[in-house]
């Protein structure tokens, strides 16, 4: 079965020493759990290190023999079997039976670009396969008017991809629970996460059926859960390219209205005009309206909703921002539809493909120099 979790890692720049390169590939194929204190080595003795460095990348046209590699890297039979079974799964190597109890291992392709070329056509196909799911579970609607909501920040891409298979007739998890633990949705250990009714599941059922951001507080309040921990949740759904979060567009009116009733308390009707935006954002009629309620003191939420109606929203947070205002973040799925989540992560992915192509074709040279 194909299963393996990609980490986005940037492209090495200057060090392109070979043994640099293993490790970027090492990392980017999560083969090694996070590593604590840094070493002298800087990992570069780690069996999976040196498997991959002195036999299956130094001699890709050479099968090696499973009980030469335990005795070369003096590593016990069960420990050697999870290190190639890592590789196995990722379609990285492949193996042959010999029938005499040991298996041959060898780089597929025979060579390193020839097994990343198989590697990105699984992933692909997967990917284009599995992302379906979220068609049968889509229920947002369709916005009447494209409302761009740029995204505060992306984080780096850390993605599972791992073959569909059947769930076991007693299992506690859901095809959508399943379809999370696969693309690391619940995290590398998912634990009680992985039960059909789980935090992590029910918050992603929210998100498939909200046109709305979500913000933390919301969440929480739903699901009775503590802020940190939806935050968490959160932050593993980001990295995996489905989630983004995004300025609330919704709450657009009431930011603008505290950050207006607060700057006029503070600074008055002339930095307003000068220097708070409304002589560069609003007509003489919105500035006259505006001011007008806010020195009364009966400014309302509806008030600014009415004023702003003819200004797009791009001037709007231009506005709040000149008026030192903060708009609030929320989390929503990616784009308007499951076709726009598949396209982000199929994106993201191809990104992290394009670079293990490069790599692999610098390793190659190291290799050969």
Same mark, same amino acid.
């Given at each position: 079965? /194909?299963?393996? @979790?990609?980490?986005?890692? %940037?492209?090495?720049t200057?060090?392109?020493?070979?043994?640099?390169?293993v490790?970027?590939?090492?990392e980017? *194929?999560s083969?090694?759990?996070?590593?604590?204190e840094?070493? !002298?080595?800087?990992?570069r003795a780690?069996?999976?290190?040196?498997?991959? @460095?002195?036999?299956?990348?130094?001699?890709?046209?050479?099968?090696?023999?499973?009980?030469?590699?335990?005795?070369e890297? !003096?590593?016990?039979?069960? &420990?050697? #079997?999870?290190h190639?079974?890592?590789?196995v799964e990722?379609?990285?190597i492949?193996?042959? #039976?010999?029938?005499?109890?040991w298996? @041959?291992?060898?780089?597929?392709?025979?060579?390193?670009? #020839?097994?990343?070329? /198989?590697?990105?056509?699984?992933?692909?196909?997967?990917?284009?396969?599995?992302?379906?799911?979220?068609?049968?579970?889509?229920?947002?609607?369709?916005?009447?008017?494209a409302?761009?909501?740029?995204?505060s920040?992306?984080?780096?891409?850390?993605?599972?991809?791992?073959? $569909?298979?059947?769930?076991?007739?007693?299992?506690?998890?859901?095809? *959508?629970s399943q379809?999370?633990?696969?693309?690391g *949705?619940?995290?590398?250990? %998912?634990?009680?996460?992985?039960?059909?009714?789980?935090?992590?599941?029910?918050?992603?059922?929210?998100?498939?059926?909200?046109?709305?951001?979500?913000?933390?507080?919301e969440?929480?309040?739903?699901?009775?859960?503590p802020?940190?921990?939806?935050?968490?949740?959160?932050?593993r759904?980001? !990295?995996?390219?489905m989630v983004?979060?995004?300025?609330?567009?919704?709450?657009?009116?009431?930011?603008?209205?505290?950050?207006?009733?607060?700057?006029?308390?503070r600074?008055?009707?002339?930095?307003?005009?000068?220097?708070?935006?409304f002589q560069?954002?609003? &007509?003489?009629?919105?500035? &006259?309206?505006?001011l007008?309620q806010?020195?009364?003191?009966?400014l309302?939420?509806?008030?600014?909703?009415?004023?702003m109606?003819?200004?797009?929203?791009?001037?709007?947070?231009?506005?709040? #921002?000149?008026?030192?205002?903060?708009?609030?973040?929320g $989390?929503?799925?990616?784009?308007?539809?499951?076709?726009?989540?598949?396209?982000?992560?199929?994106?993201?992915?191809?990104?992290?493909?394009r670079?293990?192509?490069?790599? !692999?074709?610098l390793?190659?040279?190291?290799m050969?120099?």
């Amino acid at each position: 079965m /194909f299963s393996v @979790r990609l980490a986005e890692v %940037p492209l090495p720049t200057s060090d392109r020493e070979h043994d640099h390169l293993v490790d970027w590939f090492i990392e980017t *194929l999560s083969l090694v759990r996070k590593r604590g204190e840094a070493t !002298a080595d800087e990992g570069r003795a780690s069996p999976v290190h040196r498997l991959l @460095r002195d036999y299956l990348f130094a001699q890709p046209e050479i099968s090696w023999d499973a009980q030469m590699l335990a005795d070369e890297l !003096a590593l016990t039979p069960a &420990s050697l #079997n999870h290190h190639l079974t890592r590789l196995v799964e990722a379609g990285i190597i492949g193996f042959s #039976n010999e029938g005499r109890g040991w298996r @041959r291992y060898y780089l597929r392709g025979g060579s390193l670009t #020839n097994a990343v070329e /198989f590697f990105t056509l699984q992933c692909q196909t997967i990917i284009n396969q599995r992302m379906k799911m979220l068609d049968k579970l889509w229920n947002r609607e369709q916005p009447e008017t494209a409302v761009v909501t740029v995204p505060s920040d992306a984080l780096a891409l850390n993605i599972g991809i791992v073959d $569909h298979r059947p769930l076991l007739s007693d299992s506690k998890e859901s095809p *959508l629970s399943q379809w999370m633990g696969d693309f690391g *949705l619940l995290g590398e250990r %998912p634990g009680k996460e992985a039960y059909a009714g789980s935090v992590s599941v029910r918050l992603f059922e929210t998100l498939l059926n909200r046109n709305e951001p979500l913000s933390l507080d919301e969440a929480g309040e739903m699901l009775d859960e503590p802020k940190p921990r939806i935050g968490r949740i959160l932050e593993r759904f980001r !990295a995996t390219g489905m989630v983004q979060r995004v300025p609330r567009i919704d709450r657009l009116n009431i930011a603008l209205w505290t950050a207006m009733t607060t700057q006029h308390q503070r600074r008055g009707e002339d930095w307003m005009l000068k220097k708070g935006g409304f002589q560069r954002i609003l &007509s003489t009629q919105q500035q &006259s309206s505006l001011l007008a309620q806010m020195k009364k003191g009966v400014l309302q939420v509806g008030d600014v909703e009415q004023a702003m109606s003819s200004v797009s929203a791009d001037e709007q947070m231009l506005l709040l #921002n000149l008026l030192g205002g903060r708009l609030p973040l929320g $989390h929503r799925m990616v784009g308007n539809s499951s076709a726009d989540v598949t396209r982000e992560v199929a994106s993201r992915l191809d990104r992290v493909l394009r670079r293990m192509r490069r790599v !692999a074709e610098l390793l190659e040279q190291a290799m050969e120099a």
